[in-house]
């Protein structure tokens, strides 16, 4: 994969480093000049160190665009599949990963009202008859990389909801357990005891630390619906 995803991250990283400049600016002026020169100087240098090519809205979609090509054809080969066998094309559900994971940090950039997040649960949906395979990747776009990941395959008659409501919801992580009290969650259910398959897609509390901003969940939702339709024909 290129680095186009790795860097529309890595400069909003950098606005961290200009509100260093600023505040070494307005120290350099209310307080002790020389430090407030210094403090400037430092954010000056890690701005330096860490310049990245700015990343387009354009030039991120088709990032993604991308990357979710790879990622079927990854899937496809997991899951021991080909083209063929599909009835469908592969859907997507997608949520963030609003805590650190194995030291890799959780990242947000905000723009245009839209949050996007560089730690993603990503589910692939691959339908073939009598049959759904799925494929699920924790990934960091931050480092282009897949931090777990797994297979599943659920005849239909075995699934016996898949839902997208909001709900509480607590979420195990690595080090501690993470309660969301509204979240919006993507669930496939199952009658014969297999754990649920929930993605967290957006949670007030997450969208409320970025003024108002929202994640868009419009793609998941649709799957929902497809899968709906597949699951009950």
Request: charged residues 25%; proline residues 4%.
């Given at each position: 994969m290129d680095d186009t995803l790795e860097l529309y991250f890595e400069q909003?990283?950098?606005?961290f480093v200009l509100w260093i400049c600023v505040i070494g600016?307005?120290?350099s002026f209310f307080w002790i000049t020389w430090v407030g020169?210094?403090?400037a100087a430092i954010g000056l240098f890690l701005f330096y160190c860490t310049r990245t090519?700015?990343?387009?809205?354009?030039q991120y979609q088709a990032a993604m665009a991308k990357f979710f090509q790879i990622l079927n054809n990854t899937a496809m080969q997991k899951c021991g599949l080909d083209k063929s066998m599909l009835t469908e094309q592969p859907m997507y559900i997608m949520g963030p990963r609003a805590w650190d994971v194995n030291g890799e940090k959780s990242f947000f950039r905000k723009k245009d009202g839209v949050i996007r997040y560089a730690i993603a649960d990503i589910s692939v949906f691959l339908p073939i008859k009598n049959k759904l395979h799925v494929y699920r990747v924790l990934y960091n776009f931050m480092g282009n990389k897949i931090l777990k990941s797994r297979t599943s395959a659920y005849p239909y008659s075995i699934i016996s909801a898949v839902?997208?409501?909001t709900q509480p919801f607590a979420v195990k992580n690595d080090?501690?357990?993470h309660q969301f009290k509204n979240a919006m969650v993507a669930k496939i259910s199952f009658?014969?005891?297999?754990?649920?398959v929930n993605t967290v897609l957006t949670d007030p509390e997450i969208e409320k630390l970025f003024d108002g901003g929202r994640i868009d969940v419009s793609m998941s939702q649709e799957t929902v619906k497809k899968l709906q339709r597949i699951v009950n024909a």
């Open positions: 909003s990283a950098q606005y600016i307005a120290v020169i210094v403090i090519v700015i990343v387009s809205e354009k839902t997208c409501d080090m501690d357990r009658c014969n005891g297999d754990p649920d």
